[in-house]
Nanobody
Framework: QVQLVESGGGLVQAGGSLRLSCAAS????????MGWFRQAPGNEREFVAA????????YYADSVKGRFTISRNNAKNTMYLQMNSLKPEDTAVYYC?????????????????WGQGTQVTVSS
């Protein structure tokens, strides 16, 4: 129901940073717990980070912990993923997702709305 559009992807050198944005429309972002997922070529979609509806709680996949930060600005109807110390293994299409049941979860099946994805490519 909520429409999500990711932006901010691109090509970056290893060790560099990117900030992804996820803009929501149709429904208020504050209605949803949110998450970021990614899918690398030939791989299944994997969990990256999740954030509670209020933004009070976050958690991360071990692979990105300490390097990525998920945040949200409900007033701007936007969620973010700050990615620092990027590695070639971070190369993937990154997807924003919303959980209509307001769960705080890392399970992709719990997220009913997905963005189109934005490509992140990290060169070495």
């Amino acid at each position: 129901q909520v429409q999500l559009v990711e932006s901010g992807g691109g090509l970056v050198q290893a060790g560099g940073s990117l900030r992804l944005s996820c803009a929501a429309s149709g429904r208020a972002l504050s209605s949803y717990a949110m998450g970021w997922f990614r899918q690398a070529p030939g791989n299944e979609r994997e969990f990256v980070a999740a954030i509670s509806r209020s933004g009070d709680s976050t958690y991360y996949a071990d692979s990105v912990k300490g390097r990525f930060t998920i945040s949200r600005n409900n007033a701007k109807n936007t969620m973010y993923l700050q990615m620092n110390s990027l590695k070639p293994e971070d190369t993937a299409v990154y997807y924003c997702a919303a959980d209509p049941a307001n769960r705080y979860t890392d399970y992709a099946g719990d997220f009913g709305s997905w963005g189109q994805g934005t490509q992140v490519t990290v060169s070495s």
